[in-house]
């Protein structure tokens, strides 16, 4: 896994990372994120705007209310999830913990 300087970057400002945190949370996002195929409704249509949007993302996860954009294993960004989408969010992550 590899993350990029402007990924670092952006989760430093948009998740108020300090640096020694950001490895920890991108590894935590890439093995326990919410994958689009968990997702239904809504949050499945937000994961495939996503992936129209960002041409370069093979691999969208999200993990405690932010969008890690990777390329294969490269983090290439990272976004804040819009409010509209956290109940959805904590539904697809509530299913997945039942089955």
Same mark, same amino acid.
């Given at each position: ?8 970057? %952006?989760?430093? =400002? $948009?998740?108020?990372l ?7 949370? @991108? ?23 996503l %992936?129209?949007? =960002? $041409? ?10 932010? @969008?890690?954009?990777?390329?294969m294993?490269t983090?290439?960004?990272v ?5 509209e ?10 299913? $997945?913990t039942?089955?």
């Open positions: 896994m590899t993350i990029t300087h402007h990924a670092k970057d %952006r989760i430093r =400002e $948009r998740g108020g300090p640096k020694k945190a950001v490895e920890r949370s @991108v590894l935590r996002a890439l093995q326990k994120g919410l994958r689009p195929e968990e997702s239904t409704g809504n949050l499945r249509w937000y994961f495939d705007h %992936r129209r949007f =960002e $041409r370069n993302a093979s691999n969208i996860r999200i993990h405690g209310n932010y @969008v890690y954009i990777f390329e294993q983090l290439i960004t976004y804040a999830l819009p409010d989408y956290k109940a959805d969010m904590q539904q697809a992550l509530d299913r $997945r039942r089955t």
